[in-house]
Each structure stands twice: as structure tokens, then as C-alpha cells.
């Protein structure tokens, strides 16, 4: 039997934790005001029939139930509709907690022998969520060949209209301008705030992303990305699918996250460290829904790599001289030009005149540049630090984004793996 946590933690660059919590447990998450059953506030409070708060709670059930209305009209076209099993799309829960495939002649509506389909949800807001996706694609492929078949698809870029489809574009406006992202990072982490945005977003985007769904007619779906549960689950659940696809969120910031990463209804949480376990557990997932396994990672990083001497042949640098690796985010994001100039002035040769240094731009093979050089500096991005601790390499922060990146620089200065200075002439 193939597990389906294999993979996903094939990808993963740390340990699983021992602990058993279970099976999973499905509890409901309403993104709106449930139009059948009166909030706690409003029997507590014993409202007027007749008062303003009343007549407020009264128009957004009326909002509900068009968004509900409109959600039932969503033409879904899975194979797996067809199924009355309760278990999760041919899959259950092993004693460690782990998603096992269960026995059977057909699951999902198919037959057994055919291959799975897995869809990974992600967004191209930097470069971190891509990486993530292809590293547990690229682990997928590796452990288990043509038994799935992997899809990796920006949601909103490729199936939602204009100006949805607008996001990379807007989140690197907004980053670029960092107070206007640390505005929008905090205004929306309120839970009131982002489910009602999203209920809102779904009657505008629902029928694009459910088409966007049935393209791939997922087994299991997963997601990189905070914005990626929300709507999605909603389609899910309108038609009844969500025991029957497998929907896991693998979060990928390391420390500090935003609240929409998590969704009571996904089947699993896979959290990078304890800190978001706590935060998942916060905001309402049950302890057998939310496992610590880590960032996932290029599964090269995971391999013997060659020694620093033949790396730097390889990569045409000095053998003797020491080696710094600056690096920035997958768009650029980070004071780059002005570290990279910073270090052109220290470390100038006036013998040669010119700067004891290379720039090689955009890299592919990254486990390379690292296994050759002796410290990095670089942002801190999440996936970034985890493939630097892999590879053992001391690192120098010079740069954050505010929110989701704020918690990676006590993560790696107080756990002895660097430092931090905004200062270049440091």
C-alpha cells in the first residue's frame, strides 16, 4: 500500500514528530454567518427583532444565502462525485496519522491501477511558493514515478479573471512599498476581516475556479499558499466533496504566518515548525489535523553534493580565496545592489582593480553555489534559510519582509545559525 505522506515528507527537511494524534476529524468552518442557526452573540445579548444590530446580522444572512445559492450552481465535473464512501477519496488514516491508501478494487470512481492526480495549489508572490511546489512535485515523481500524475498551477493567475488574476503583480507592488504591505499583511489577519473578504471574492470567482478545478480533476489537491483554502474548500464543501478529495495545506513561512494559512477543513496541516503548530492550533484545527514536518526542499539538497574545491572549479571561482553568496528573493526583493556594491568597495584588489567577486544572476542550481561558497546573505525567506542550514552554511541577514518574514530572524539568529544588520558596512 502507498502512503501519501511519503512524498510530501520525502520533501521535507526535518524529522517527523513521534507523537500520535489520531484520526483526522473534520469540523465545520463556515466562511459566512450560518443563515440557519443565530449566532451565540445574538441570543447572549438578547437583541431587539426591531435594533440596527439585528437589521446588520439580517443583511448579511440575506448575503449568504446568494453566495450559498451561488456556490450550489457550480458545475463540478470530478470523477469522484459518484462516491458515497466516507472515507477521504480512497485514502485513511494509519495509526501514526498518516494518510494511507485503503484497499479496493476502484478508488475515486476509477480503477485502482490508474494514476492519481495531484494538484498543487500555489501563487507566484516571490519565489518561495513555487519552490515549494516543484519540491514536492519533484519528490512525488522521485518516490513514487507514474503512480501520480503532479500538476503545479498558479490558481489565481491562471483561473480567475481580471483583476484577481492581477495578485503576483499587486503583491510585488505592495512589497516594494513596504508600508503599504504592512498595512494590508495586518488589516486583513483578523478573522472577521479575510473570511468575509473571501465570501465576497467567491461570488466574482467561484465558477472560474471551480472550471480551473475540474481541468485537472484532482484525487488529492494541496496548497502552498495562504490564499488557496479558502475558496476553494468553499466549492468543496458545496458539493459535497470534501471526504472525498484529499485537500492538505503544507505552510510554508517558518515562524510568523498570516491566519488565512488555515482552514478547519482541510485534511491535513503540515506545519514547518512548532510555532505555526501553535498557530494552527489557535486558530481552531484539531490536534490530529496539524503535523510538523518541516519546509520542503529541492530534493537535491537532501543528496551528497561534490567537495567545495571541485565546486568552485566547476563554478570557475578561486580555491583559496573565502566565498560569499549573496542572494535575493526569486523576483529580486531584497537590498541587493546596494550589498552587492557595498561588497565591491570592501573587498576592491587595487592591485588587479577591480573587485575580488562574480555575479552570476539567476541560478538554478543553488545546492551547487552554497556547497562553494562559505557564508550567504541573503533576505529571509524561509526557503532560503532551510536549504543554508541543510548545507551548513553560516548566514548573514540583511532584510525581512514585514509579516510572514519577521519571526526567520530571532528563528535563526537565537538557534546560533547567523546573524542580522540593515547596515551594508557591517
Known amino acids: 500500500m502507498g502512503r501519501l505522506t511519503d512524498p510530501i515528507l520525502h520533501a521535507f527537511n526535518c524529522v517527523p514528530r513521534t507523537k500520535k494524534y489520531g484520526h483526522s476529524i473534520f469540523v465545520s ?30 443583511v448579511v444572512n440575506e448575503f449568504n444565502r446568494a453566495i450559498g445559492f451561488y456556490c450550489e450552481r457550480i458545475p463540478l465535473g470530478f470523477a469522484s462525485i459518484g462516491i458515497d ?47 515549494s511546489a516543484e519540491a514536492i512535485k519533484a519528490a512525488f515523481n522521485e518516490a513514487f514515478g507514474d503512480c501520480y500524475q503532479v500538476f503545479v498551477t498558479d490558481l489565481w493567475t491562471d483561473h480567475t479573471p481580471w483583476p484577481f488574476n492581477q495578485l503576483p503583480k499587486s503583491y510585488k507592488f505592495l512589497v516594494k512599498h513596504g508600508t503599504l504591505w504592512r498595512m494590508t499583511y495586518y488589516a486583513s489577519a483578523p478573522r472577521v476581516i479575510h473570511q468575509s473578504n473571501f465570501a465576497a471574492t467567491s461570488t466574482f470567482i467561484a465558477h472560474a475556479v471551480a472550471k480551473g478545478l475540474m481541468k485537472y480533476q484532482p484525487d488529492i489537491i494541496i496548497s502552498v499558499h495562504p490564499l488557496m483554502q479558502h475558496v476553494p474548500l468553499r466549492i468543496l464543501r458545496k458539493k459535497g466533496l470534501l471526504k472525498k478529495i484529499v485537500f492538505a495545506t503544507v505552510v510554508t513561512d517558518l515562524c510568523t504566518c498570516h491566519p488565512t494559512w488555515f482552514h478547519k477543513l482541510v ?26 514536518y518541516g519546509l520542503p ?60 567577486g562574480q555575479v552570476k544572476g539567476f541560478v538554478t542550481k543553488m545546492e551547487e553555489c552554497m556547497g562553494a561558497c562559505d557564508c550567504i546573505i541573503t533576505k529571509a525567506g524561509p526557503g532560503t534559510i532551510a536549504e543554508a542550514m ?37
Open 267 to 292: 485534511t491535513r496541516c503540515y506545519s514547518p515548525s512548532e510555532e505555526v503548530a501553535k498557530r494552527a492550533l489557535r486558530a481552531g484545527l484539531q490536534r490530529s489535523q496539524v503535523k510538523v
Open 297 to 356: 526542499v529541492r530534493p537535491s539538497f537532501v543528496k551528497p553534493v561534490r567537495s567545495k574545491d571541485e565546486l568552485r572549479k566547476r563554478l570557475g571561482m578561486d580555491e583559496y580565496l573565502p566565498a560569499v553568496l549573496l542572494m535575493g528573493g526569486g523576483e529580486g526583493m531584497g537590498p541587493i545592489e546596494a550589498t552587492a556594491r557595498a561588497l565591491a568597495d570592501a573587498l576592491y584588489d587595487q592591485t588587479h582593480g577591480e573587485p575580488l
Open 29 to 58: 468552518n463556515h466562511l459566512y454567518f450560518n443563515a440557519n442557526k443565530q449566532p451565540e452573540a445574538v441570543t447572549s445579548l438578547s437583541l431587539s427583532m426591531n435594533g440596527p444590530a439585528f437589521k446588520v446580522w439580517k
Open 85 to 131: 464512501s466516507e472515507e477521504n477519496n480512497g485514502f485513511k488514516d494509519d495509526e501514526n496519522g498518516a494518510l494511507e491508501e485503503s484497499g479496493g478494487d476502484t478508488t475515486n470512481g476509477v480503477r485502482s491501477n490508474a494514476p492519481k492526480k495531484v494538484l498543487i495549489l500555489m501563487s507566484d508572490t516571490g519565489g518561495g511558493h513555487r519552490a
Open 390 to 426: 541543510i548545507r551548513g552554511l553560516p548566514i548573514i541577514l540583511n532584510g525581512y519582509i514585514a509579516g510572514q518574514e519577521a519571526g526567520n530572524v530571532p528563528y535563526v539568529v537565537q538557534n546560533g545559525c547567523g546573524k542580522f544588520s540593515l547596515s551594508r558596512n557591517k
